[in-house]
């Protein structure tokens, strides 16, 4: 039973729209609408990404992004707060969050779909050199 549990997390740690598509059905299943079906599915799915994107890399390329992709969200957190506090006369915490984690969202579901596509092409140049 452990190992299967090692196994699911494994798998949806490397591949996460696995989990997308699955908080996306159950949400459907129990009637949530579909605007907060996509929010809490995208908010899931962040979350799996900030740690799938180093993996990915580590095992594509053997580089480590752990360190420039934590300065790199603080300092996004950063801008998009400065932003806020120009615009508005007081920051709401809550849609900045909200804004903040979908902005990640974005940003790490390209980066994520960009290292697949080059580790697949790279694969694929590799097995036809071989060959």
Same mark, same amino acid.
């Given at each position: ?46 979350? $799996?990404?900030? /740690? *799938? ?11 480590? #992004?752990?360190?420039? +992709?934590? %300065? ?34 974005? $940003?790490?579901? /390209? *980066? ?11 694969? #694929?140049?590799?097995? +036809?050199? %071989?060959?």
């Amino acid at each position: 039973m452990i190992v299967f549990l090692q196994f699911a997390l494994a798998t949806i740690i490397i591949c996460p729209i696995i989990a997308f598509i699955a908080v996306v059905a159950v949400c459907r299943k129990l009637r949530l609408n579909k605007r907060r079906t996509i929010g809490l599915a995208a908010d899931i799915t962040t979350f $799996l990404l900030f /740690f *799938s994107i180093p993996i990915a890399m580590r095992g594509l390329w053997d580089i480590g #992004v752990l360190m420039p +992709m934590l %300065i790199m969200v603080l300092v996004i957190a950063i801008v998009f707060t400065y932003i806020d506090w120009r615009t508005k006369k007081e920051i709401e915490i809550k849609p900045l969050l909200r804004k903040i984690w979908r902005i990640y969202f974005l $940003l790490f579901s /390209f *980066s994520y779909f960009l290292i697949w596509i080059v580790g697949i092409t790279h694969s #694929v140049m590799v097995f +036809m050199m %071989i060959d």
